[in-house]
């Protein structure tokens, strides 16, 4: 069974701090990873795709993975209301093209004004 | 970037009516493309696998008479609900894989969601 493990939060922030969200991966053979982000009564917007070890940034946002400790993160700087959302992390199992990615049941965070 | 446009958003229909909900990528083609299903501050739960000209892989439990998946092109699929029954009012989306090319590596984009009602 390929799992995703988040932790549910909420994970408050107060605005303007770093946001730190950790993922774990259960299957090593896993390919690529993606965050996702998701508001309230909306579908998930892709955030981030990282595919290699080490630190991947866009704009606010930076991915970090860790293939051998099966760990993948967000952070997300100088942290906004905006930014309050639940976040999704999903992994591409190493399986086949036609494989949907396996996610996570998503961190919520609440960033405060 | 790759959208997936998906209609209607919003559907509200009486006790056993059927329902069709239609996925489309519009500037990408995706052999594969995927339902999912989410209630009210639940995660998202994948209901089939849709790959173009063939049928539709379900996941266990979701039932393949009630949720008709077609997916005819490389462009369009579609979900219908039969028969609907207000247990069935939720919020559905769909995702899409893209082929090939820069927007490959396994991404999966999502549509906006259908949220359905059933009276």
């Known amino acids: 069974q390929k799992e995703v493990e988040q932790n549910s939060g909420p994970l408050s922030v107060p605005e303007g701090a770093i946001a730190s969200l950790n993922c774990t991966y259960s299957d090593r053979g896993s390919q690529s990873f993606f965050w996702y982000r998701q508001y309230s009564g909306k579908s998930p917007e892709l955030i981030m795709s990282i595919y290699s070890n080490g630190d991947k940034e866009d704009g606010r946002f930076t991915a970090q993975l860790n293939k051998a400790s099966q760990y993948v993160s967000l952070l997300i700087r100088d942290s906004q209301p905006s930014d309050s959302a639940t976040y999704l992390c999903a992994v591409f199992p190493r399986l086949s093209g036609n494989t949907p990615l396996v996610f996570g049941k998503g961190t919520r965070l609440s960033v405060i004004a | 970037g790759a959208v997936?446009?998906?209609?209607?958003?919003?559907?509200?229909?009486?006790?056993?009516?059927?329902?069709k909900i239609e996925c489309r990528s519009l500037d990408f083609q995706a052999t594969t493309m995927f339902w999912y299903r989410q209630f009210p501050k639940k995660s998202l739960m994948l209901m089939a696998t849709s790959n173009e000209g063939s049928k539709a892989t379900y996941e266990q439990g979701v039932e393949k008479d009630k949720f008709l998946i077609n997916h005819a092109s490389l462009t369009l699929s579609t979900l219908t609900v039969t028969s609907a029954h207000p247990e069935d009012s939720s919020f559905y989306i769909c995702s899409a894989r893209p082929l090939d090319g820069d927007l490959a590596k396994n991404i999966q984009y999502f549509g906006a969601g259908t949220r359905l009602s059933v009276l």
């Open chain 2, 4 to 19: 997936v446009s998906q209609h209607p958003s919003r559907v509200i229909c009486k006790s056993g009516t059927s329902v």
